[in-house]
């Protein structure tokens, strides 16, 4: 798999303060790569370095093997971003503003300008004002502007912030199918976790401006352990089965339904153990943890607030 953006040990000190510490990660052809953290981790301030809109302290970032320190113009040619919301001129229509945008890189075609069109569903009303545009129309012409020069790398800079759900499926939508039809590196972040999670193949976790994990999706969602309900006659009557079988598992009784968090290979044994000490098992069922679960888990182990 071709590394599109490659971050090496980058740091920004500001006031002698150490604000993002020596992060390092890459972001492959064509996967979504989500960049999470808690309010004031230090995401934008990454992201508007990467993108050149922040000196560098120390270390370097590279876009397909290109410097941005040393060889910044060839290294931003292949990116395009949107950072925070896509500047647009509302008095103008959507072809207008692509037409105006298309000035500034060479060899940008018509044609060009109507295949991105159509890549994120705007053909009916190119030539309305933008001032017309709903909340997603606009979003989804920033991600136009953004794809007209066949960038490499795509950031997306809470793109789905202020949509309503059928827009933000929308946009959610356009960004897996640029990963896959296109082949383009995206980085996305959000705080909508549960879109997250939805949206990315990996994800990076950012807190107090250092890299606290690098992830699939999958698998960190799923960990080794699982939740599981187990639903009995009596759960008074359970505690100490459990204790006795695993006196390490953490587990919360609430009615006649206990929850605990076991590796699927021992839940035979377990109920095995329940049934020798009398109790009646009416069923158990896997409960999947989502990523909300997992990020709160971690970031609330560091010990920090978390606003999501």
Do not use: W
């Not at 250092?210 to 759960?235: M, P, W």
């Amino acid at each position: 798999m071709k590394t599109i953006a490659q971050l090496q040990n980058v740091t920004k000190v500001i006031k002698g303060k150490k604000i993002i510490d020596s992060l390092s990660f890459e972001v492959n052809e064509g996967e979504v790569f989500g960049f999470l953290g808690p309010n004031g981790a230090g995401k934008t301030t990454t992201i508007r370095m990467i993108v050149g809109l922040m000196k560098i302290t120390e270390g370097d970032v590279l876009i397909s093997g290109k410097s941005i320190q040393k060889d910044f113009a060839d290294a931003i040619s292949d990116v395009g971003a949107i950072v925070e919301n896509p500047e647009l001129y509302k008095f103008l229509s959507g072809y207008q503003n692509l037409k105006h945008f298309a000035r500034m890189h060479k060899g940008i075609t018509e044609e060009r300008i109507k295949e991105v069109v159509e890549l994120v569903g705007l053909t009916s009303r190119i030539k309305d004002k933008v001032k017309t545009y709903s909340l997603g129309m606009r979003q989804r012409l920033g991600i136009a502007q953004c794809l007209l020069h066949k960038p490499k790398l795509l950031i997306l800079d809470e793109p789905t912030n202020g949509l309503d759900p059928a827009g933000i499926r929308e946009i959610r939508a356009y960004i897996r199918k640029l990963a896959a039809e296109e082949g383009m590196a995206v980085i996305v972040s959000s705080h909508l976790l549960s879109e997250m999670e939805m949206m990315c193949d990996r994800i990076a976790i950012l807190q107090s401006g250092k890299l606290v994990d690098v992830q699939d999706i999958r698998a960190f969602v799923g960990g080794t352990e699982q939740i599981y309900q187990i639903d009995v006659a009596d759960a008074s009557l359970i505690k100490a089965s459990i204790k006795t079988f695993d006196p390490a598992i953490q587990f919360e009784v609430k009615d006649n339904q206990v929850q605990l968090a076991i590796e699927k290979e021992r839940i035979p044994a377990l109920i095995k153990t329940l049934v020798e000490d009398g109790l009646d098992i009416f069923g158990v069922m896997p409960i999947s943890k989502t990523l909300e679960d997992r990020f709160l888990e971690i970031t609330n182990d560091k010990g920090e607030t978390v606003n999501v």
